[in-house]
């Protein structure tokens, strides 16, 4: 097993391993479940119970991409999570757990939490 198969094995077990406890502490509430790539940022809120998105983001949007230098930085997170919260406001929501997934709660994950909770998302 080469060492990138067994990187990507590891962090499949701890995003599901994550992903699991955060659904039995959820109690009905919406999920804000965030991904990251090396150039991107994604943000959803997730209804599990009747398996449906609310809302979503990304730093691809049209109205973000002319103001952001680049996707992949704290700023461009900030304005996702400033984004997603206002979508999940008008959709209704106003509370929901936050998933993470497998990455660490740092840096760019960390920054578009913070823009969520100060645009009005608690969890």
Partial sequence: MSIKTRLN???ERRKERNRTRIRAA???R???SVHRSSRYIYAQVIDDANGVTLA???S???GLR???????DTKAASEVGKLIAERAKAAGVTEVIFDRGAYLFHGR???????????????
């Avoid at 002319?66 to 992949?72: D, N, R």
């Avoid at 994950?109 to 998302?121: H, P, V």
């Fill in 109 to 123: 994950i960390k920054a578009l939490a913070d823009a969520a909770r100060e645009a009005g998302l608690s969890f």
């Fill in 56 to 58: 979503s983001a990304s």
């Fill in 26 to 28: 959820a109690h009905g």
């Fill in 60 to 62: 691809l949007e049209p």
């Fill in 66 to 72: 002319g103001s952001l230098k680049t996707g992949a």
């Fill in 30 to 32: 919406a999920r804000l």
């Fill in 9 to 11: 094995a590891l962090n």
